[in-house]
């Protein structure tokens, strides 16, 4: 027993005489300008933060290891 289209279709008449078409259509607009607000904020907070940070870097030198920093830290033990 699935919903059938005359079903769909008197369920869409009733909720258009409860709201009309002037609230609908005003409703979808508000939806509307919500979303573009939100993606415009998004855009916007993208590029301030990129802008004000400079990319991350680690420093490494090649020539040190684990090993090494391990015996020195147990020799200044000793």
């Known amino acids: 027993m699935g919903i059938s289209v005359w079903q769909i279709l008197i ?12 609230k609908i259509s005003d ?4 939806v509307a300008k919500g979303i ?3 993606k415009k904020g998004m855009a916007e907070d993208d ?4 802008a004000s940070e400079a990319p991350k ?18 020799s200044k033990a000793s």
């Open 36 to 38: 573009k607000s939100f």
């Open 11 to 22: 369920i869409a008449v009733i909720v258009i005489l409860l709201f009309g078409r002037g």
């Open 57 to 74: 870097t680690i420093d490494h030198q090649a020539g040190e290891t684990v090993a090494a920093e391990k015996a020195e830290d147990q």
């Open 47 to 50: 590029t301030a933060s990129s």
């Open 27 to 30: 409703l979808m607009g508000d």
